[in-house]
């Protein structure tokens, strides 16, 4: 089974700028989509983007034009090319495999995190300053 491991979180001041990584352990599966989450303090899980491969990338109203999703399957790493960053993107943010069908392409579905073959990073933790 592949491991997800999140890094590049840490502090930044309002406006600024993070990159975060996702790297496997081994290859991406074929055919899974990746994506990342972010879960403020006190508050329920979301999706911040979702990628298939190529230029099929979906992103979150709040982030659209300031994150950048990229992924790079010769390194089994994904990245989170995150701009004019908001104290409101506060939270710990996390990778994630899971299946492209559907509902799970279209909708956070995160009432259940283990809903769409999801498999999670352990999370790395963006602090943004006002």
């Known amino acids: 089974q592949v491991q997800l491991e999140e890094s590049g979180g840490g502090s930044v001041q309002d406006g600024g700028s993070l990159t975060l990584s996702c790297t496997a352990s081994?290859?991406?599966?074929?055919?899974?989509?990746l994506a990342w989450y972010r879960q403020p303090p006190n508050n329920k899980r979301e999706r911040v983007a979702i990628?298939?491969?190529?230029?099929?990338?979906l992103y979150a109203d709040s982030v659209k034009g300031r994150f950048t999703f990229t992924r790079d399957d010769a390194k089994n790493t994904a990245y989170l090319q995150m701009s004019r960053l908001k104290p409101e993107d506060t939270g710990m943010y996390y990778c994630?495999?899971?299946?492209?069908?559907?509902?799970?392409?279209?909708?956070?579905?995160?009432?259940?995190?283990?809903?769409?073959?999801?498999?999670w990073g352990q999370g790395t933790q963006v602090t943004v300053a006002s």
């Open positions: 994630a495999l899971q299946s492209c069908a559907g509902d799970c392409w279209w909708k956070d579905l995160t009432s259940d995190l283990s809903s769409c073959g999801r498999m």
């Open positions: 081994g290859v991406f599966p074929n055919g899974a989509c």
């Open positions: 990628t298939s491969g190529g230029t099929n990338t």
